[in-house]
């Protein structure tokens, strides 16, 4: 297992994340504890999750993920400073979240004060917004069609994020939190928290998470670009696109206990036409290399220039253990290319 600095942090991560949002619904505590066990035996450090987890999100399981992480803290203390946690206060949206309110500054200590009492913890080593309170271009959002940023009240979302890194220093301040991060956001979120945190003299975020992956890679180059030159960790989120790049899906199957039986937030918006096609190209990349098309899509996800931890997640352990093999893969010039034709093909599958 490699080891990458975190942003302008001291914090080395590894290059595999341990994603945690199947934890509660599709994962029991027993599954979650065998996979921390094996990941961390594998190497792996780190490990993300949210006060919305488990996905989809409902309020009958709403904090159940952190619960479960808590449990296993509870059980492991001598381990806690092995891991380097990672967790997310909720945007606007789902009305059992302080009443689907935005982000502020109280929000932040809110949602962190329960956070840290689920998780069994004294303090969380990154804490993210987990997205913006303006629209952006994510989530299926990201066409002409999609976001309208001449609808954003620039003056307001300044006023607004000024009050967030008001929560943020406080959390700092008091031990709680080590370092912050963004998810889900854009270059111009990154710039103006950048800008702001210079001017009240906050300390700069060190992350930012993102939908990334073959299917979906709107980053590269203009915000991984930023990411890098302003050292801020990139780390993608859905390498597999929610489990297509696998193929488990291809001609419209939908295995049992899969993510796609299960019922959508934001509805199956990355099942579309281009990114079907484009899946059954890299499978058979994936074939002729002798390697699994998840492993594909995960050594290919590791290898991009500005990408400092690919967050994954499993339901079983034989995903995971095949994920986390990936990143001991290295592409072949010859795989890349092939790779690199269908993608030039399919630039945004979805």
């Given at each position: 297992?490699?080891?990458?600095?975190?942003?302008?942090?001291?914090?080395?991560?590894?290059?595999?994340?341990?994603?945690?949002?199947?934890?509660?619904?599709?994962?029991?505590?027993?599954?979650?504890?065998?996979?921390?066990?094996?990941?961390?035996?594998?190497?792996?450090?780190?490990?993300?999750?949210?006060?919305?987890?488990?996905?989809?999100?409902?309020?009958?399981?709403?904090?159940?993920?952190?619960?479960?992480?808590?449990?296993?803290?509870?059980?492991?203390?001598?381990?806690?400073?092995?891991?380097?946690?990672?967790?997310?206060?909720?945007?606007?949206?789902?009305?059992?979240?302080?009443?689907?309110?935005?982000?502020?500054?109280?929000?932040?200590?809110?949602?962190?004060?329960?956070?840290?009492?689920?998780?069994?913890?004294?303090?969380?080593?990154?804490?993210?917004?987990?997205?913006?309170?303006?629209?952006?271009?994510h989530f299926g959002k990201h066409w002409p069609d999609g976001a309208d940023p001449t609808k954003t009240n620039r003056e307001k979302e300044l006023d607004g994020m000024r009050d967030i890194l008001m929560g943020i220093k406080r959390a700092l301040d008091e031990g709680k939190i080590r370092h912050w991060g963004l998810s889900d956001d854009t270059p111009w979120g990154i710039h103006?928290?950048?800008?702001?945190?210079?001017?009240?003299?906050?300390?700069?975020?060190?992350?930012?998470?993102?939908?990334?992956?073959?299917?979906?890679?709107?980053?590269?180059?203009?915000?991984?670009?930023?990411?890098?030159?302003?050292?801020?960790?990139?780390?993608?989120?859905?390498?597999?696109?929610?489990?297509?790049?696998?193929?488990?899906?291809?001609?419209?199957?939908?295995?049992?206990?899969?993510?796609?039986?299960?019922?959508?937030?934001?509805?199956?918006?990355?099942?579309?036409?281009?990114?079907?096609?484009?899946?059954?190209?890299?499978?058979?990349?994936?074939?002729?290399?002798?390697?699994?098309?998840?492993?594909?899509?995960?050594?290919?996800?590791?290898?991009?220039?500005?990408?400092?931890?690919?967050?994954?997640?499993?339901?079983?352990?034989?995903?995971?253990?095949?994920?986390?093999?990936?990143?001991?893969?290295?592409?072949?010039?010859?795989?890349?290319?092939?790779?690199?034709?269908?993608?030039?093909?399919?630039?945004?599958?979805?």
């Amino acid at each position: 297992m490699k080891f990458n600095r975190l942003g302008n942090s001291d914090l080395k991560v590894s290059d595999v994340c341990l994603g945690t949002m199947t934890w509660g619904i599709q994962n029991t505590q027993q599954d979650a504890d065998e996979q921390i066990a094996y990941a961390l035996d594998k190497g792996v450090n780190f490990l993300d999750t949210a006060e919305m987890y488990p996905v989809p999100p409902n309020v009958d399981t709403y904090g159940d993920t952190e619960r479960i992480i808590g449990n296993w803290i509870s059980r492991n203390e001598a381990k806690r400073s092995d891991i380097i946690l990672m967790t997310k206060v909720a945007g606007s949206g789902l009305k059992y979240i302080r009443n689907a309110g935005p982000i502020t500054s109280d929000a932040v200590t809110n949602a962190l004060t329960y956070s840290l009492e689920r998780l069994k913890t004294d303090y969380i080593d990154v804490y993210q917004l987990h997205w913006p309170n303006r629209v952006t271009p994510h989530f299926g959002k990201h066409w002409p069609d999609g976001a309208d940023p001449t609808k954003t009240n620039r003056e307001k979302e300044l006023d607004g994020m000024r009050d967030i890194l008001m929560g943020i220093k406080r959390a700092l301040d008091e031990g709680k939190i080590r370092h912050w991060g963004l998810s889900d956001d854009t270059p111009w979120g990154i710039h103006v928290f950048l800008t702001l945190c210079k001017e009240l003299d906050i300390p700069l975020p060190v992350s930012i998470q993102n939908e990334f992956s073959l299917l979906h890679a709107k980053d590269w180059p203009y915000l991984i670009e930023m990411c890098e030159l302003e050292n801020i960790a990139y780390l993608p989120w859905s390498p597999l696109a929610t489990g297509m790049l696998s193929g488990k899906y291809h001609n419209g199957a939908r295995p049992k206990g899969s993510r796609w039986t299960l019922a959508q937030r934001m509805g199956l918006f990355r099942d579309k036409a281009p990114a079907q096609a484009a899946t059954a190209e890299y499978v058979k990349i994936a074939d002729k290399a002798g390697i699994t098309p998840s492993q594909l899509a995960l050594a290919w996800c590791k290898q991009v220039p500005g990408v400092t931890s690919t967050i994954i997640g499993a339901t079983t352990m034989t995903q995971l253990k095949e994920n986390i093999d990936a990143f001991d893969m290295t592409l072949s010039s010859e795989t890349l290319e092939e790779v690199h034709k269908v993608f030039r093909q399919y630039p945004l599958g979805f």
